[in-house]
């Protein structure tokens, strides 16, 4: 079983920047892809980000394509979300996301096993 904690969110302003980290728990996560989705309230959960298992592969929604990066460091067992340009409709509860699977990058929440709790992004204008 593995834990996610996300951390980092908070209030900005557009055009602001701010970075989020995702520490796992319980298991090493070096054999796994990693993902970020987002929810905004009254939306559905959203695709941001991906990483493959060694970080050398990524794969971005096209809405934050140039803005957001996503990273990680296997030594400190750590995804991270990288955000620079915020706009208002970034104003989202942010979530890391563990894929069980070998070898994708997968974009459908369903592709996932184990979720944190969260972490809120609020971008004022």
């Known amino acids: 079983q593995v834990q996610l904690a996300e951390s980092g969110g908070g209030l900005v302003q557009a055009g602001g920047s701010l970075r989020l980290s995702c520490v796992a728990s319980g298991r090493f996560i070096y054999d796994n892809p990693m993902g970020w989705f987002r929810q905004a309230p009254g939306k559905d959960r959203e695709f941001v980000a991906a990483i493959s298992r060694n970080g050398d592969s990524a794969y971005y929604a096209d809405s934050v394509k140039g803005r957001f990066a996503i990273s990680r460091d296997n030594a400190k067992n750590s995804v991270y979300l990288s955000m620079r340009n915020l706009k208002p409709e970034d104003t989202a509860v942010y979530y890391c996301?563990?894929?069980?699977?070998?070898?994708?990058?997968?974009?459908?929440?369903?592709?996932?096993?184990?979720w944190g709790q969260g972490t809120q992004v609020t971008v004022s204008v």
């Open positions: 996301a563990l894929d069980p699977q070998y070898g994708r990058l997968g974009v459908h929440s369903a592709e996932y096993a184990y």
